[in-house]
């Protein structure tokens, strides 16, 4: 498996949809999730320092697999004024996010790691839930 650096737009685009969505019902669950993490992303300046989490989480994830010691990215947080993604692309970016953070033991040792992939599961169950297909399906 190799593993890389995600583009800032793809932290940005998870860390953007959370920031959004962060006192609204259902995703109150997925902040408190990340409470649990040590870090929360219901203000700006908390939203900046997620994002800053998960780009250290895979920084250290690579230089697990590489043995490298440096940053070799220049991560720039965009929360602010980035563009809202579409469901879907938040569930696709977090799942590249969470691929490239394999390495190393940081899924069996980062907080942060095991709250997103917690938040994943939830994007991913709401998602569906609210589909025509699963409304239109028969109970039991």
Same mark, same amino acid.
């Given at each position: 498996?190799?593993?890389?650096?995600?583009?800032d737009?793809?932290?940005?685009?998870? #860390?953007?949809?959370?920031?959004?969505?962060a006192?609204?019902?259902?995703?109150?669950?997925?902040?408190?999730?990340?409470?649990?993490?040590?870090?929360? !992303?219901?203000?700006?300046?908390?939203?900046?320092? *997620?994002?800053?989490?998960?780009?250290?989480?895979?920084?250290?994830?690579?230089?697990?697999?590489? +043995?490298?010691?440096?940053?070799?990215?220049?991560?720039?947080?965009?929360?602010?004024?980035? +563009?809202?993604?579409?469901?879907?692309? #938040? #569930?696709?970016? *977090?799942? !590249?996010?969470?691929?490239? !953070?394999? +390495?190393?033991?940081?899924?069996?040792?980062?907080?942060?790691?095991?709250?997103?992939?917690?938040?994943?599961?939830?994007?991913c169950? !709401?998602?569906?839930?609210?589909?025509? +297909?699963?409304?239109?399906?028969?109970?039991?």
């Amino acid at each position: 498996m190799s593993a890389y650096i995600v583009e800032d737009t793809t932290i940005n685009t998870v #860390v953007t949809f959370l920031y959004a969505k962060a006192k609204r019902t259902p995703w109150r669950q997925a902040n408190a999730r990340l409470l649990e993490a040590g870090i929360a !992303c219901e203000g700006y300046g908390q939203a900046r320092e *997620l994002a800053q989490a998960m780009h250290a989480l895979n920084v250290q994830a690579v230089n697990a697999r590489y +043995e490298l010691t440096d940053d070799p990215g220049d991560f720039k947080f965009k929360c602010g004024n980035a +563009e809202a993604k579409p469901f879907h692309q #938040v #569930v696709k970016s *977090l799942d !590249c996010w969470l691929y490239q !953070c394999t +390495e190393g033991n940081v899924p069996q040792t980062s907080k942060l790691y095991k709250a997103m992939v917690d938040i994943r599961d939830l994007l991913c169950r !709401c998602y569906v839930i609210s589909s025509r +297909e699963y409304k239109a399906a028969k109970w039991g």
